[in-house]
């Protein structure tokens, strides 16, 4: 039901001075009503400040696309409400993939690392041209560790972890919370990806 003019006069009046469920209760409307009028009618800054007045940032999250205005994005705030989530898909990841740390090296690996003469050699490591991402990570774990396997797979791992929280905190400005937490939970753990991050030469399908 449309709101009336005379309730859209008391909304722009005391919106930024009285709190929501005041307001519900004094003109009959619903509180979901008045965030959406809220929403539309306040730049964003103004809008975050009326919903965290009247304590009411889960039903934006919940009854919301969560950030539905990229203008109104802010990751401190963001992770700060999330950041239980953040560690959740971070011990997934390192549950799923940790037990791969010390595997040893296979295949490709062979060639392009224990066999590789220059993998220690800055200037090589830092020569312009394809794989140079790739041949400054295998030069700083040979720095770290040596030819230890595991200073080699960690990167592929944060990497893949990296790639969990920014599918989460992407999935969320366009999608409702639940569907950003379930998708990235999935991609944390798919069996698909166990290439990938576990071996060290497949580490491009991570970055």
């Given amino acids: 039901m449309p709101l009336t003019s005379e309730q859209k ?10 709190d929501i469920q005041t307001i519900s209760r004094s003109i009959n409307l619903s509180e ?7 929403k539309k009618n ?16 889960d039903a934006v999250y919940d009854n919301f696309s969560p950030i539905s205005n990229l203008d109104s994005f802010r ?22 993939f940790g037990n791969a740390l010390n595997n040893g090296f296979v295949s490709d690996d062979i ?28 030069f700083t ?10 200073y080699f797979r ?8 990296g790639s969990t929280f920014l599918l989460f905190t992407i999935l969320s400005i366009f999608t409702r919370k639940n569907v950003a937490i379930s998708a990235s939970a999935i991609f944390a753990v798919h069996p698909i ?13 991570t970055m």
């Fill in 75 to 96: 990751f401190g705030e963001f992770f700060k409400k999330n950041w239980y989530i953040f560690l959740i898909l971070a011990i997934l990841v390192s549950a799923v």
């Fill in 32 to 38: 979901k009503e008045i965030i959406r009028f809220a």
């Fill in 9 to 18: 006069r008391i909304l722009k009046k005391n919106l930024e001075n009285i």
């Fill in 42 to 57: 306040l730049p964003p800054d103004k809008f975050r400040k009326v919903i965290s007045k009247s304590k009411l940032e």
């Fill in 141 to 150: 774990a040979s720095r770290l560790g040596g030819l230890n396997p595991a």
């Fill in 154 to 161: 960690i990167f592929s791992i944060l990497f893949h972890l």
């Fill in 111 to 138: 060639g392009a690392i224990p066999k590789n003469a220059d993998i220690s050699n800055w200037k090589m490591a830092f020569a312009l041209g394809s794989g140079m991402i790739q041949r400054m990570i295998y």
């Fill in 193 to 205: 990806l166990v290439e990938a991050v576990s071996w060290i030469s497949g580490m491009p399908y």
